[in-house]
DNA sequence: AATGAATGAGTGTTCATTCAT
DNA sequence: TATGAATGAACACTCATTCAT
């Protein structure tokens, strides 16, 4: 259902057009299908129409996609990877309470999630995740997983360093992550409601979480 | 778009069937869209089949939805009300810690969150949603909204109490709510990896808020 | 496909309802049809919208009427009963010239055959005869032929007297009702044009025809 | 409504099939359309039957024709645009009486109007034409009224030449079409009675009117 | 490689007709 | 007689996919 675009190794190529420009159709196709996914979902997304929105023709997708699934898993991939690049997470500095250190981290990763779409497309893979397992999957592993290591990474030298009672997060580091993941499901599935602040909430959360380490020095 | 049905006020008799067996059909026909649109999905439900599972024929919906959409929103609706209809939320006792009051009274209302099927119809709302967007500002009013209020009416208790930092709780309720929501979507959207524990996730959710409130005495 | 009314001689009734409300019930059955034939089409009129507007439950149609097409069969039925009823038509004084007596006739009857909805009903035979032959060879035994029986009858006399060339009109009758026919249609079937006076065509049809007979006094 | 054929402009050549076939598979399609509509009428016509005619798949239709009823009105464009084609209309020879005139070139016409369809084509128009009342005044506009100026026309000429009594007719001039009209309807409407001689009923007609013009020089 | 006309399975919805009450 | 809830055959229309060009 993959349809990895064949390796762009430099073997007996010539005759036909340049891979270049093979994988310059495939990326527009990749795009469009972003784009109209997220707009309108999978089901209501016409095929027609992203190859019209690619400025393509309908059977040129076929020719680089076996499915509309497996467009759609190509999409998600894509922004997986998009994501992911980007990543080069900051170390904390040798004696910087690790409070300080996602207060200022997090801020620009959570700019990251909201303008890669990323926000919409955990939504999007929710919503068809059922119907195609194998994409919520790659979802999973590509972003989620790496997500939670990171998480349990820091927390046990927030555990270590006594600023966060021993276990309960490096347990269960979905805690870490699901104040940002809800409401900003909150206010992409509310629209009509008042936005939640999801900054302004991930930092009360510290405050909560932190409570502890921050209050015996006192 | 709701399609209520119309008030069993005690008018003049109808000749034909009785209103009773009217109300039972329209249940039988809510419970099937209801299994369906969970296990299929809203767009891959077919009208037919939601017939077929209620034992009804295909005309007999149209009778008391206008619509898929109206069959869909009168499921919503549904649950929503299943849910709170078996609300009776007890209080804490007067001395019990905030925490322990928790942990009495959660893991009920978690169970009914799993199987009332609440999970799944979030899962649903959200996959919708985008195209629905009323049925999901009413699932906001009647199951989010007063939860939220819930928690700021326990979350001010627990912050008077010196239990909990003031502040922070109160202000973004959605704290509350999210380590449960999220590894429910967690378990329900990637069914391929080894599930989280919902409950014990709660729990050490708890003895990380109140980790401060713990630890000052000792 | 006629379903005729029981005939209501005298028999052993008693038991059950009166004869006198069943032929109400039927009779209200064929008003509600020829209003919404005539409004909507035979196609386009649901059987339950003619209960609705006889003030009866759908079944009962069946009880008068075994089919839809019965039902039509019986609305054009009493209309052209209806219309020939009021036939009454005057007798020419003894030497009243023939054009003076149509001039003098046929307007009432126009005013009848507007207004008793024959035309329409014209239309509406016109539209569904090829589908229910049996309708409108009815409607021509009834309607039509009577017509052009009289019109024969007065073609002769009018050929008799001389005001008309011997031949030509009992011959083919038709042509007679031909321009009230081709002006009503025209009106109808083009509400969108500048309606036609159907009077005014006739009159000058008449002088036309009577040309010879006006002329040759001169 | 129309669904027009793109212009057929020579612009960028297409690539994949070529602009003929394109416009033969319409044409089929049309043709099927006018075969099974006058067969069967507008509403019992079933679109899957018109493409299976054509000998093409169902959704074929769609791609030329964004409607049932846009396919009707191209079937109704067509049988009136095909009829215009073949006017050609010959003119009166300097001295010929009108009345030979229209004996030498009505039966023609008459032919043509019989075997284009044409007559069906006006009782289908009649039977769909208060539903789709644009394709309705198409017909008048292109077929109708054409006819009506050419009779006044010739209906000046009989006058100038003292064959006709002035004015009736030039002012009238459904008059002249009329009896041509409701014979072809009633030989088509009640196809199981004894078919009216179209021709000889025009002819006698023609006496009636010229019998003035007929009789003055005996 | 690229195209878009052609395809036809699949779906929501309507409505004449039936029948238990 | 009267009713109206229930039925399911029927139909217009959509859209992912194919393939001749």
Redesign the pocket.
Known sequence: MTDAPPPAGPGRRRR??SPA??AA?RRALVEAGLALFLDTGY???????V?LRA??????????F????ALFDAVVREVALRTRAQRALPRPRPNEPTRDFLRRVVPPLLGLFRDSGLSRVILLVASEGARLPEVADVYRQVIIDPVLRIVVLYAGRAERRGELRAGPLSRHPLIMVAPVVVTTLYNTLFAGAAPVDVLATFDDFLDLLFAAGAKSPA
């Open positions: 036909g057009p420009k093979t159709t089901g209501a997304t016409r095929m027609s129409d190859a400025g393509l023709g309908k059977g040129t997708i076929y020719l680089h076996s499915d509309k699934a």
